[in-house]
């Protein structure tokens, strides 16, 4: 059965630290998609990054930056030079190639202080 | 090229009453899944429409029901509700076997007294 671990339920930072969102999954699927959005307080899900299995490469995208391990079932988020308007709710998701499940990490909410 | 979008915003309904919410899928999508987002919780999978049927269903109640029209919209029914009903309810749509290519609605938000 698949499933998303998030250990960290909230981190607190103050502006310009970088931090790392941890995400450990499980799946038997050798083809899945991993995934982190971003939940404001308005409540909409913002999608921030897709990654297949088969693709290890870490990505970066301005500020922030994705760190791909199978060998460690991880795919972990690492916000740079954190900023206030970066706090909120970070999920992390998993989805097998022929489940329609899309199973959700319990989130961990950032907060960052000026 | 409008997205997903989802009616109402809010809701507030009494234990016992039933409830219907609705989805727009994003243009040219056919495939429709609705989620449930407790307070402090991660979206969990209630099912997922195509062709009007439901293809697959997480581990919720015969109390949630749902129904896909042809021109690929959805309505999420729960009957009986309960009090641990109140949830942020989430739709997103993709195409057929593109599961990993879904995009979310801004959801509704469900408070059952």
């Known amino acids: 059965a698949q499933k998303v671990t998030q250990a960290q339920t909230e981190i607190s930072v103050v502006e310009k630290e970088d931090v790392t969102l941890d995400c450990v999954y499980e799946?038997?699927?050798?083809?899945?998609?991993l995934f982190w959005y971003k939940q404001p307080p308005s409540g909409e899900l913002v999608f921030l990054i897709r990654r297949n299995s088969f693709d290890e490469q870490n990505e970066i995208s301005g500020r922030y930056s994705w760190n791909f391990q199978k060998s460690t079932s991880s795919f972990n988020f690492t916000i740079t030079a954190s900023q206030v308007v970066d706090s909120a709710v970070y999920f992390c998701a998993l989805s097998e190639a022929n489940n329609n499940d899309m199973r959700f990490g319990a989130g961990t909410r950032l907060t960052v202080k000026p | 090229d409008a997205g997903v979008t989802q009616s109402p915003t809010h809701l507030i309904k009494t234990r016992g009453q039933q409830v219907t919410l609705r989805c727009s899928p994003k243009?040219?999508?056919?495939?429709v899944s609705w989620y449930q987002q407790a307070l402090g919780q991660g979206p969990q999978f209630i099912f997922q429409y195509y062709e009007e049927e439901e293809r697959q269903r997480g581990n919720f109640p015969d109390r949630f029901s749902g129904h896909q029209f042809p021109n690929y919209s959805s309505e999420l029914n729960v009957n009986a509700l309960l009090l641990g009903d109140s949830a942020l309810y989430l739709c997103a749509s993709s195409l057929l076997g593109l599961s990993y290519e879904q995009y979310f609605g801004p959801g509704t938000r469900l408070t059952v007294t």
């Open positions: 799946t038997r699927d050798t083809t899945y998609y």
């Open positions: 243009s040219g999508h056919d495939t």
